[in-house]
């Protein structure tokens, strides 16, 4: 296996007045699925000992880029090992709207295949010596927002599920019991990708589910309120929005320590 090792940063760490270095460290991993070659990225910080929580990251409807990247080296510094998977095939990374919706739909336009390409990073996660595999979680951005629900709905072994600006998926012909992940839903109460009438059917249905799950709403935001970059983007839909994003990633904060348990 081919893998790319970068040291991020280095920390200088004192303990009782004894500097300690500490590094998140990164590497490139390619993988497969059916016949497609995939590469995730993983991230973990080499200062934690022995076995650790894993989160498992979804990228945005634009492929595996920078922003989902550095995602996973946030979460490698919190004392997660981290795995920010492939949907789409090595290298597919692109700015552009049309081209982003066409490899999207290639994907979610057949559930078995869309909830097998998410697997397969997983198990990726899975086999990384230092993760937990009794706590895992998976969170998601847009695009990887919806597959991450989708991955809680096909019984995937995880703890629970974070989607941010994901399209809401109604967990049909779902039976409780086969879920084992508790959900979060963060979304923004301006997304006009989801009409209220969406939304008012998706609270229906999830009430009706008997699912461990719950949304939080934050005002005045858009699709894609946690990317800095979403304003650069000429789709009047997506914007940033600093205070939800950070609202969010506290919400997940808190999610993380329910469903792992703090150590």
Known sequence: MKIRMTLLCILAIFVSGTAVQAAVVTKSVPYQHNDVTLEGYLAYDDSFKGKRPGVLIVHEWWGLNDYARRRAEQLAMMGYIAFALDMYGKGKVTPHPNQAVEWMNQINQNIQTWRRRAMAGLQVLNREPLTDKNRIAAIGYCFGGSTVQQLAYGGAH??????????????????????????????????????????????????????????????????????????????????????????????????????????
């Open 158 to 263: 995880i703890s629970g599920v974070v989607s941010f600006h994901g399209s809401l998926i109604s967990p049909a012909n779902v039976q409780a019991n086969d879920v084992k992940a508790k959900i979060l839903i963060c979304h923004g109460s301006a997304d006009p990708f989801a009409k209220p009438a969406q939304v008012q059917h998706y609270l229906a249905t999830m009430e009706k589910s008997g699912l461990d799950w719950q949304m939080i709403f934050y005002g005045g935001a858009k699709h894609s309120f946690t990317n800095p970059d979403a304003d650069k983007v000429d789709i009047p839909a997506l914007g940033y929005n600093k205070s939800a994003d950070q609202r969010s990633w506290q919400h997940m904060k808190i999610f993380f320590d329910q469903i792992f348990g703090k150590d």
